[in-house]
């Protein structure tokens, strides 16, 4: 036992060591390539997306609808089969229908995530105090596409969740509730629950480790080009965050059980 405690300390201080010898390669590598350069080209890019800012917009939008239509009609048509399946054959239409929702809801939020982006690179009072003429039309329009397809998303939403309550009536979660996840979670199985339990935990774990990694690099772009505290300062809240959330989950968790 003392010598696999033993083991562990040395084990965190090679991985230590290792550490700060990457962060000694990282910082010769800062002094040694153009930085200036990068930070140079990197708002150039930022330029663009502004330029482009209104077709980019639309063909997001277009392509959130193609896929989001597609969606719904495939299941619709897979929850047709669903209903004469056989027990063998429902389960591979089942694993379909999670496949779809699989493609549907990271295609939607990577689409919203980019055309967020896009969108801050005119999203500054700064720029808009300055626009005019067909520019400031541009924009106007840009925040037109924007909304609206951030309402076409929350409506498609809603239909797809009903096509799937048609499948599986006794999802009855009202998907308007602030509370739909819970309910939700309340209308599944044990067996849809521990699927549930396995992805949340495991997206826990992913997400430590991503925001952890994003802090530093937030932190490392504002030493070299001065990019500003914020974005340090709300990665720091979301790490803080989600690290409470679980631990005081655990807990309520513990205290319920002893409570019973």
Not at 20 to 34: E, P, Y
Not at 46 to 63: E, N, Q
Not at 124 to 149: E, H, K, P, T, W
Not at 208 to 232: E, K, S
Request: glycine share 8%.
């Amino acid at each position: 036992m003392q010598k696999k405690i033993r083991n562990t300390y040395i084990k965190y201080v090679l991985l230590l060591l290792l550490c700060t010898a990457i962060g000694g390669v990282t910082g010769a590598v800062i002094t040694w390539v153009n930085m200036d350069g990068i930070g140079t080209g990197a708002q150039g890019f930022i330029l663009a997306l502004r330029t482009a800012m209104l077709p980019l917009l639309l063909v997001l939008f277009l392509l959130d609808v193609i896929i989001g239509e597609t969606v719904l009609k495939v299941n619709a048509a897979l929850g047709r089969q669903l209903e004469n399946a056989q027990d063998e054959e429902g389960d591979a239409i089942e694993y379909n229908l999670e496949l779809m929702s699989a493609i549907a809801l990271i295609s939607g939020t990577a689409i919203s995530v980019l055309s967020l982006i896009i969108l801050s690179t005119g999203y500054s009072m700064d720029y808009i105090a300055n626009v005019s003429g067909n520019q400031g039309r541009r924009l106007m329009g840009a925040f037109a596409v924007f909304v609206i397809g951030n309402a076409y998303h929350g409506w498609w939403q809603l239909r797809y969740i009903k096509g799937l309550q048609k499948l599986y009536p006794e999802n009855n979660a009202d998907p308007t509730s602030r509370k739909f996840q819970e309910q939700w979670l309340a209308c599944c199985d044990e067996a849809e629950r521990e699927l549930i339990y396995q992805s949340s935990y495991k997206s826990y774990l992913f997400t430590t480790r991503l925001v952890a990694l994003l802090t530093f690099a937030a932190l490392l772009t504002h030493l070299i080009w001065d990019t500003g505290i914020a974005a340090v300062i709300f990665l720091g809240i979301v790490w803080i965050g989600i690290t409470a959330s679980y631990c005081t989950s655990c807990v309520r968790i513990k205290r319920r059980k002893l409570n019973t």
